[in-house]
């Protein structure tokens, strides 16, 4: 069974830093394009960023380039996004997914991240 | 602003049917076809219901069908359940330098 489990999500205040972490498990992971994708409380999905299967390709949403850092571990079968300069409107709950093909066939339930003083 | 427009909500009645729409561009829905949808109900994590336009994953129901024309994707429901409550957003790949959007969601309610 596929599992992804998202952490590292919490209070944090603006200009702050925070590392999520998702853990897979019941799939090849190194053989996946991995997404983290966000919801800010009431409103709809935003993708973040993703990553290729070796880490050499990586994207983001224009509004997190320069701040967050998509990576991967493939021998601890884990995903990251490291988040730095953290703003007020980076609160949200953010979702591990897997990419299949052009869809995310795969979603953990998700770490909320809040960015308040 | 959602870089994909959705109606905020569309109800039926039990065993009717609803279509939902998602307009986009040339440079998304209209020039790929890369539209998936997902399925989200409360407190819970998206779920793949549709990928590239038409397909269905497999465990997914036959009630749920997706198609495209020009600009514009649908999601038709069919036979609708209580249990399809829920809130349903529309994504595709995108041209522009932020690769993937989504729609605003649409919050179907079952009668």
């Known amino acids: 069974e596929v599992q992804l489990v998202e952490s590292g999500g919490g209070l944090v205040q603006p200009g702050g830093s925070l590392r999520l972490s998702c853990t897979a498990s019941?799939?090849?992971?190194?053989?996946?394009?991995m997404s983290w994708v966000r919801q800010a409380p009431g409103k709809g999905l935003e993708w973040v960023a993703n990553i290729r299967q070796d880490g050499s390709e990586k994207y983001y949403l224009d509004s997190v380039k320069g701040r967050f850092t998509i990576s991967r571990d493939n021998a601890k079968n884990s995903l990251y996004l490291q988040m730095n300069s953290l703003r007020a409107e980076d609160t949200a709950v953010y979702y591990c997914?897997?990419?299949?093909?052009?869809?995310?066939?795969?979603w953990g339930q998700g770490t909320l991240v809040t960015v308040s003083s | 602003q959602s870089a994909l427009t959705q109606p905020a909500s569309v109800s039926g009645s039990p065993g009717q049917s609803i279509t939902i729409s998602c307009t986009g561009t040339?440079?998304?829905?209209?020039?790929?076809?890369?539209v998936s949808w997902y399925q989200q109900l409360p407190g819970k994590a998206p779920k793949l219901m549709i990928c590239?336009?038409?397909n269905r994953p497999s465990g997914i129901s036959y009630r749920f069908s997706g198609s495209k024309s020009g600009n514009t994707a649908s999601l038709t429901i069919s036979g609708l359940q209580a249990e399809d409550e829920a809130d349903y957003y529309c994504?595709?790949?995108?041209?522009?330098?932020?690769?993937?959007?989504f729609g605003g969601g649409t919050k179907l309610t079952v009668l």
């Open positions: 997914a897997r990419d299949h093909g052009y869809c995310r066939d795969y």
């Open positions: 994504s595709s790949y995108s041209s522009r330098s932020t690769h993937w959007v």
């Open positions: 590239d336009v038409s």
């Open positions: 040339s440079s998304d829905v209209g020039g790929y076809n890369y």
């Open positions: 019941g799939f090849t992971f190194s053989s996946y394009w």
